[in-house]
């Protein structure tokens, strides 16, 4: 049909629709990309299914009539700078919010507010989960058409904080985000981030305002900062990249897939070094256990004395902490345990069930380490643990000692449904040497000779390893099975499979930490 042919009222429609697109603003589009960045619309374009995007409040411009032309807030900030709607990503159901940096850089406005609450609501009622592509300025002070003093009573960030253990949501972040923008990333279950990321609760306007000086854009909270303090789960080098990331993420929580190639699972009978004090890394053996090419590390520069990450085992979306004895011995700290503890949460929220894999001293001790608060921090871990009714596997690959490896399981032995260990391992309420000069001070204290007396430790150390070992403690029946290694994978597989056909009972409503 021509565009002769159609009624005037359908022509201005396909016109000013045509105006909410990139081929509409060349000049912007093309600054974006000679910045390496893409479009709002690129991204959510790569993101979700071919058709499947729904768009709400396409029309919306910028609340700047008093100041700015009709025509010109038409053609320059198409949707108000916040695209927005529902869509498919691999087939399954999702929302998808981007802020569009070549609106206003970005910032929020007056009606985008509006169009959130719309959202967030129909993310609550639909059971969205949820992707935003938060890049941006902040909060927007030139919008004129709103009667406003503070713009306090936003219910935005109130709504989006609420969906908080509800539905899964993804932040991902390029360039700069600062102030409300920073805000909806930070209460976001993850945050995926490009390397050239700057993410702030103030952006230099506001620092310089608050009189702390003039602060580039790109130094307010660059990933060489925010990878390490744990604010960003994921680096990646671009957008396309962040995409990728979000959607293998996303797939996590909607549920299994089909089975894949499986590592050979004879290796695991070496990975872990006779040695107990031989340091070893943990991530082979996460990514042998694991379907091939299906684990995501999470936060992986911030406490990595304790690992984090989301995979598949046959088929099925699993959530693992392990200790790195790379880093402090794998010792448990202060951030270790928060680390931990809110990805327990994350898990628990979402039905992914947890494997913990154990290689742990305990907890981290003595002064330093109380001055961050260990206490307190330390035991997040534990009540986490307490909390969870996914199911939890315990696999002991060397030492299980103390109260750390307590906390490991969920804060006992008994407390997954399956516990295992490796021929290796060794199970005590302490580390043994430790114990042993603990246990047997005054009779070490009586031998003159220092000598000697290293050689005694030395020797009450071996009985108490050989004490200490799985079988032992097997026999006692500590633990349920001592087990092959190359068995591991196949026994996790039919303990999550056996649990997954009884409902899980229901967990009381919590919210999951932005820690």
């Known amino acids: 049909m021509s565009d002769e042919s159609l009624h005037d009222d359908l022509a201005e429609l396909l016109r000013r629709r045509a105006l909410t697109q990139d081929a509409a603003r060349p000049d912007a589009v093309a600054r974006r990309h000679d910045g390496g960045a893409r479009t709002a619309r690129e991204n959510i374009d790569d993101l979700v299914d071919p058709g499947s995007f729904v768009e709400y409040g396409r029309f919306a411009i910028a609340a700047q009539r008093q100041r700015r032309d009709l025509d010109d807030l038409i053609a320059r900030t198409p949707a108000d700078g916040l695209v927005a709607g529902t869509a498919r990503i691999d087939g399954a159901a999702c929302a998808v919010l981007s802020y569009d940096y070549t609106v206003l850089a970005g910032t929020q406005g007056a009606l985008g507010h509006r169009k959130k609450d719309r959202l967030f609501d129909l993310i609550e009622r639909m059971q969205l989960p949820t992707v ?69 609760m103030g952006g230099p306007a506001m620092i310089a305002g608050g009189g702390l000086g003039d602060v580039a854009p790109d130094d307010v909270g660059p990933v060489s900062v925010q990878a390490p303090n744990g604010v960003v789960d994921v680096v990646v080098s671009d957008e396309a990249h962040a995409v990728a990331v979000t959607r293998t993420l996303l797939g996590y929580f909607t549920g299994p897939a089909s089975p894949c190639a499986v590592a050979d699972q004879n290796a695991l009978r070496t990975m872990v070094p006779e040695r107990a004090r031989r340091a070893y890394p943990i991530g082979p053996i996460i990514q042998t256990l694991a379907d091939s090419g299906t684990v995501t590390f999470l936060r992986e520069k911030f406490a990595p004395e304790m690992v984090t990450a989301l995979a598949r085992i046959d088929g099925r979306p699993v959530g693992i902490i392990a200790n790195n004895t790379m880093v402090k011995a794998g010792a448990i700290t202060a951030a270790a345990s928060d680390k931990a503890a809110r990805f327990l949460q994350l898990c628990n929220a979402f039905g992914i069930p947890v494997v913990s894999l154990v290689d742990c001293p305990g907890y981290m001790v003595g002064p330093a380490a109380e001055a961050e608060a260990l206490v307190r921090r330390g035991s997040r871990l534990l009540v986490a643990g307490a909390a969870l009714t996914v199911p939890l596997v315990a696999v002991i690959l060397r030492r299980g000692y103390g109260l750390g490896a307590q906390a490991m399981c969920g804060g006992s032995l008994h407390e997954p449904l399956l516990t295992v260990a490796w021929p290796g391992a060794h199970l005590g309420p302490m580390g043994l040497e430790g114990a042993v000069r603990l246990g047997l001070r005054k009779e070490l204290e009586a031998i003159a000779d220092e000598h000697e007396r290293e050689q005694a430790v030395r020797a009450a150390t071996a009985a108490a390893e050989r004490n200490a070992r799985a079988l032992n403690s097997a026999s006692m029946f500590e633990i349920d099975d001592v087990i092959d290694p190359a068995e591991t994978r196949t026994l996790i597989a039919a303990t999550l499979a056996a649990a997954a056909a009884h409902p899980r009972p229901a967990a009381t409503r919590r919210f999951v930490d932005t820690w």
Do not use: Q
């Not at 904080?161 to 920073?182: D, E, K, Q, T, Y």
């Open 132 to 200: 935003f592509f938060a890049e941006g300025g902040g909060g927007r002070p030139g919008d004129t058409d709103y009667p406003t003093v503070s713009s306090l009573e936003v219910k935005a960030f109130a709504l989006w904080a609420a969906l908080s253990g509800m539905v899964p949501r993804i932040a991902v972040v390029n360039g700069r985000c600062f102030a409300g923008n920073a805000v909806i990333a930070g209460a976001a279950d993850l945050i995926v981030a490009t390397e050239n990321s700057s993410i702030g």
